[in-house]
């Protein structure tokens, strides 16, 4: 598919209306899910699905961004675009998941965290800030799945996780390339350039050592053949959340960090930046 | 303000010692258009600008403290791999030796010419911010004009004292993109410093002419 498509083609296959969103997949996944709400300090964001059920035979928590397909389910789900309250209640159960021993999975599509005012009134930088920061505490294995769009910061408060995979047709990047052309050509119409600047697909994210692996779509894209979609994504998840459930805990959160710690090692960063520095050599 | 002013401001006279100043950018997207990046760096370094955020140790008030200071004149402050780097080294030397960490923001978020690697970088800093946490090292944010994205998004907000300056713009998404995503019309003082006071994101609006001697009073509190 990718060897085929322009970068902006792979952008609109990973904005497909008709693409399987997270209710797809867990849909297929787990089928005994339980939805769980809320943020428990005020609300709770319809652009987070988050809940639990049995997967392989154990409890996991899954979650994910919902798009919505119809326009008053999009207006519900705020075509996935989460308010503070939804990096809360991933977090609510994160720890949720941690206390009881689940694995987590998390599905991400979205084009961003909601830029809007009332976001920005009650604190989406530092709930996202928050949420990266607390997924470095969670002592059960985490695995992330890019499933459509992986737009910037909204993106990554759902993404730091011991395994990051990504779905074939599906983008990852540090802004959308709408935004990006705003900041950089200060005009959103500079789109297509600026996605293929980016360097956004899943063979570019894998070539950088950003994710672990990408997942084969059925030809035509995920959204010819949800079933088939389904079925390589339950075995590329169980596949990394397997060796991950037999870590020591001490490890898998000293692994966690070093992900990202040394991320930009693969690309030739640590030529440039000599050896990685010990904690203790730090210290004298 | 750039990073050599603030250093200034900030640290006892003669205490500043810079460190990893030598790590550099470099163009691993090969990002051309509408600028060269490596034109972007070429013409910050003859500015003699040396990236987005120095870090270093310097004492205050003959205090101990490491510092990461943001420099807006280079590519709007933005956070990179180099800063990132420098940020996460100076967190893990701060929380292993226990001297408090100062940072001064001044950023439009992440770089846009280094890609999703820019995005990591949120990561690689909130781990070190946890660990320094973990390690109850203290940890004192200055935010000021102005402070966006993955900055925000990222260590600047989660310090155990958030100190912004009076006027600043602090947020996430830039007021002329909300008002083009949402067509919202945003009323006065919005992502203001004392909108951030006000709705529970900073502790402090203090003004420049007084932070030095606050930052000497709360070490010493935070001893």
Known sequence: ???????????????????????????????????????????????????????????????????????????????????????????????????????????????????????????????????????????????????????????????????????????????????????????????????????????????????????????GGAHTDYDAAARALDEALLRAVQPLLEEDTQLLLERRYERYRYIDSLIGAAEHFGPKVSAKALAE | MGADAWLALLADPGSWQERWSDIRPHDLLDWKRPKPYEDMIEAAREEGLNEAVRTGLARIGERPAWLGVFDFRFVGGTLSIVAGERLARGLEAAAASGVPYLLVTASGGARMQEGVLALMQLAKVNGAVGRLHVSRTPFFSVLTDPTFGGVSASLALMADVNIAEPGAAIGFTGARVIKQATYADLPKGFQSAEFQLTHGQVDMVVPRTELRRRLIHLLELYR
């Open chain 1, 1 to 219: 598919m990718t060897d085929t498509l322009s970068v902006w083609q792979l952008v609109e296959m990973a904005r497909h209306q008709d693409r399987p969103y997270f209710g797809d997949y867990v849909s297929r996944l787990v089928p005994d899910f339980v939805e769980l709400h809320g943020d428990r300090l005020s609300a709770d964001d319809p652009a987070l699905v988050a809940g639990i059920g049995t997967w392989h035979g154990r409890t996991a928590l899954f979650m994910g961004n919902q798009k919505g397909r119809t326009l008053s389910e999009r207006l519900h789900r705020n075509w996935g675009m989460m308010h503070p309250e939804g990096y809360r209640k991933a977090i609510r159960l994160a720890h949720q998941a941690a206390k009881f021993g689940f694995p987590i999975v998390c599905l991400v599509d979205t084009p961003g965290a909601y830029p809007g005012a009332g976001a920005e009134e009650r604190g989406i930088a530092a709930a996202i800030a928050g949420a990266i920061m607390e997924w470095f505490t969670i002592p059960v294995p985490v695995v992330a799945c890019i499933i459509g769009e992986g737009g910037s910061g909204g993106a990554l408060g759902l993404a730091v996780a011991d395994r990051v995979l990504m779905m074939e047709n599906s983008i990852y990047s540090v802004a959308s390339p709408e935004a990006a052309a705003s900041i950089v050509w200060r005009d959103n119409a500079r789109k297509v350039e600026a996605a293929e600047q980016l360097q956004i697909t899943s063979r570019d994210l894998l070539a950088m050592g950003v994710v672990e692996e990408v997942i084969p779509e059925p030809s």
